[in-house]
């Protein structure tokens, strides 16, 4: 913990708090809603490369806030998954979100492998397109010791991806055959990022927006078991798991995010201070958000960027349809 007492933690809190401000506030525009906090602050972030001398001041700072901070706003984050209110949802969308987070797993791994994307991208870019985005990508990332420059990538995908079928919901909502419920489920159930589901809900009004939201929280409680899984997974793949001296990874943060989870949902605590925690949640994310953008590598995104994309445009394609059948069906 010497880091925090350097100077160069300090330039880097400054620059990635900034970040994720804006970020926070920017979001908030008609126009960067769609976008999200967390990717708005990793652009900045990757603005700050442009500027001289921001990004070598800011020296082991960087590296520290975009993993320890990120921890942290992830087990924060868990305040904001209430247990009760997904419990009351149903059997049917629990299932739901089973099936969708396997599913799309599975799908854009096994794409991203027939693109020869290499291992660490494609675990990535499928938890991501699986289960809730950027979030999910940095939850993932360091239970399979991946590089910035992957999970930038990833994060980019998901944005793209989600961003793009938000559109497609909102402008093709008049003249789907579905009622405001199955409109709202299909939202939270297939697209990436929660910031996506609420803006295609909103088209449908405040009701559909919370079944939205409802729906996608189901998603990301599965955040914690597919960390597990995919460092388990990971570590049996590279064979680091049989190494005598090595032990699977165990995603500790993600037992907090549980914990968390649990507190707000079964303790009486004052909404606003749960509301408070959460807002923590994702300031502590952004600024993590922001660091990693702050040490991406361009040109390596741009020589690997066409494969991952391809193949996570092809699953979100098939995912879309696939919920949109089950939502007609059973909803």
Request: hydrophobic share 60%.
């Amino acid at each position: 913990m010497d880091i925090i007492k350097t100077k160069q933690f300090w330039i880097a809190a400054f620059f990635t708090l900034l970040a994720s401000l804006i970020g926070k506030y920017g979001s908030t525009l008609p126009g960067l809603r769609i976008i999200g906090a967390m990717v708005i602050a990793l652009l900045v972030g990757m603005f700050y490369q442009l500027i001289p001398g921001v990004v070598k001041s800011s020296g082991a700072g960087v590296g520290f806030i975009s993993g320890k901070f990120l921890r942290l706003g992830i087990i924060l984050l868990g305040f904001k998954l209430n247990l009760i209110v997904l419990a009351q949802s149903g059997i049917k969308s629990l299932g739901l979100a089973l099936f969708v987070v396997t599913f799309m797993i599975i799908l854009t791994y096994v794409l991203c492998k027939k693109f020869n994307v290499h291992e660490e991208l494609a675990i990535l870019a499928s938890c991501g397109c699986g289960i809730c985005g950027a979030a999910a990508v940095m939850g993932v990332s360091p239970q399979i010791k991946a590089k910035s420059d992957d999970a930038v990538l990833s994060v980019a995908v998901v944005c793209i991806m989600g961003t793009v079928f938000t559109l497609i919901s909102v402008g093709l909502r008049e003249i789907m055959p579905l009622t405001t419920e199955q409109y709202a489920v299909l939202c939270g159930a297939s697209l990436h990022e929660i910031a996506h589901a609420v803006a295609a809900a909103g088209a449908a009004g405040e009701t559909a927006i919370d079944i939205a939201i409802v729906t996608k929280l189901s998603r990301v409680l599965l955040l914690a078991p597919v960390a597990m899984i995919a460092g388990t997974y990971y570590a049996k793949k590279t064979n680091v798991g049989e190494k005598a001296d090595a032990k699977l990874p165990i995603p500790w943060f993600m037992v907090g995010f549980l914990i968390a989870s649990a507190i707000g949902s079964f303790m009486h605590i004052d909404i606003k201070i749960l509301d408070t925690l959460v807002s923590l949640a994702f300031i502590l994310l952004g600024m993590a958000m922001a660091a990693l953008g702050m040490s991406v590598n361009f040109k390596v995104i741009a020589q690997r960027g066409q494969a991952v994309f391809t193949a996570a445009a092809i699953s979100s394609v098939v995912l879309y349809i696939v919920v949109f059948g089950i939502v007609k069906m059973f909803f």
